[in-house]
């Protein structure tokens, strides 16, 4: 079975093509703020990395003028450029609106401005990467944490409480691996459905969608998800259920940023977190179910003895899960700065804060609730812990839908700065510029220029 479906992953990852991590604009033709003599035939953008097939859009309008609406766009085979043929255009500002998916599924944006003949206030306009994308952050919560806690689960019972049960007459509840295959699932099939709709040209839609890295990754999650539904609903095959589970964990950590980082170490490191993770969060939700649900029992031999093989599990665990963690980390910042000055830096101190927060919570409750054998303070404390590791699920999901700092291929192939101008009047008279210079990613502001006669 774990064969099965570690080749599933690896057949998917096989046929799709070789991910950068997010797709930066390099250059265009016309650049933007250009004036143009005769009107340009096309307009040719350079990515920094493969954006998804049939992703790419590009509509054009004249400013203070008619929309002129989308354009056909033409990718080439690697999918680092898209060409669209334009129609003829008249004297004046044209500002062209691109939209593409990397092939990690994060989507950039931006718009160009450039001119036709003299005269006329060209407006400088800075392309810019989308942010989180909330939709599929939802999604990918609801895929993490139904496979997290399935997985788990399926651990738990076999390696924590199975043993515990000839020790007295306690009768563990099963985790509730079911329901969270469902959930998983559904977060699934939802992340292909957005995957799809994102899809803008007409040779794009299943196909197009399918054919992408993040495509291939969200069908082999759910064909690995559907074929371990029928195993967790059997009592004698449930614990066959948990290779597919761990191999959807697999696919979902090379959809996301270890999987298409560029780093050859990043994917295992980062398949391997999200497994550790599984295994923490998922047993920690079980023994809660159990907490709950026999909490009139207080802790009787066989439910401390269980509750304490949990805590020597997550004591064995956290550590690995917080060295990997650091690691997946570091191959996505460019510096250390980036921690405070990009949305995904920002993110992930605030995931850093909860992670030790749940882990303070795991030690006082093994130091003052389980040797103390207070049913209620453990009960209480896990419940929190609990909470606080769904909490990290959910921002784990929009730290995978945020764009990190730029990728090692963005930075050697983007300037480091790029300019943008504003002139008005015309351009063979006397004016007045202003110039901003900004840094690779980021988005203009009004107080980031410099003006000059």
């Not at 995931?351 to 009960?379: D, F, M, P, Y």
């Not at 995978?400 to 015309?426: C, F, K, Q, Y």
Request: aromatic share 4%; glycine share 12%.
């Amino acid at each position: 079975m774990m064969l099965c479906a570690v080749a599933i992953v690896a057949l998917v990852v096989g046929r799709a093509r070789p991910a950068g991590a997010h797709a930066f604009l390099v250059t265009s033709s016309p650049q933007t703020g250009e004036r143009l003599a005769a009107p340009p035939q096309q307009v040719v953008l350079k990515f920094s990395e493969g954006i998804v097939s049939g992703s790419g859009s590009l509509s054009i309008r004249r400013a203070g003028g008619p929309d002129i609406g989308a354009v056909a766009v033409r990718e080439t085979q690697d999918g680092t450029v898209l060409r669209a043929k334009l129609p003829h255009l008249r004297k004046g500002i044209y500002i062209v609106t691109w939209r593409a998916a990397a092939e990690d599924s994060h989507v950039s944006s931006g718009e160009l401005a450039f001119a036709v003949g003299n005269g006329g206030h060209l407006s400088s306009i800075a392309t810019s990467s989308q942010g989180t994308s909330w939709p599929d952050a939802a999604a990918g919560w609801l895929l993490l944490t139904g496979a997290v806690v399935a997985l788990g689960g399926l651990v738990s019972e076999r390696f924590i409480w199975r043993p515990v049960e000839p020790h007295g007459s306690l009768s563990v509840p099963r985790a509730p691996v079911t329901a969270a295959v469902l959930v998983s699932l559904g977060g699934a099939l939802l992340q292909s459905l957005l995957l799809v709709r994102g899809q803008s040209s007409p040779t794009g839609g299943f196909g197009g969608a399918l054919a992408s890295r993040p495509g291939a990754l969200g069908a082999a999650e759910v064909i690995l998800l559907v074929a371990a539904l029928p195993l967790v609903a059997s009592h004698r095959a449930r614990p066959w259920g948990a290779p597919l589970l761990a191999g959807v964990v697999v696919a979902a950590a090379l959809r996301g940023h270890p999987g298409t980082n560029g780093a050859w170490w990043a994917g295992p490191v980062g398949a391997a977190h999200g497994i550790l993770a599984a295994v923490w969060l998922g047993a920690l939700f079980h023994l809660l179910v159990i907490l709950w649900r026999r909490r009139a029992e207080g802790l009787r031999s066989p439910l401390q003895l269980g509750a304490g093989r949990y805590a020597r599990l997550a004591l064995l665990t956290v550590p690995v899960l917080l060295l990997t963690g650091v690691a997946t980390a570091l191959a996505e910042l460019d510096s250390p700065s980036a921690l405070l000055t990009t949305d995904y830096g920002r993110i992930l101190i605030v995931k850093s804060i909860i992670v030790a927060g749940a882990i303070a919570l795991a030690l006082v409750a093994r130091t003052r609730a389980l040797r103390r054998r207070r049913a209620g303070l453990l009960r209480r404390l896990t419940s929190i812990e609990g909470l606080a590791l769904l909490l990290v699920v959910m921002v784990t999901a929009a730290l995978a839908n945020t764009a990190p700092p730029l990728s090692t291929v963005a930075r050697h192939h983007a300037p480091r700065t790029t300019a943008t101008s504003e002139a008005s009047g015309d351009e063979r008279g006397p004016g007045r510029g202003l110039c901003r210079l900004l840094h690779g990613g980021e988005r203009p502001t009004s107080h980031s220029g410099r003006s000059t006669e």
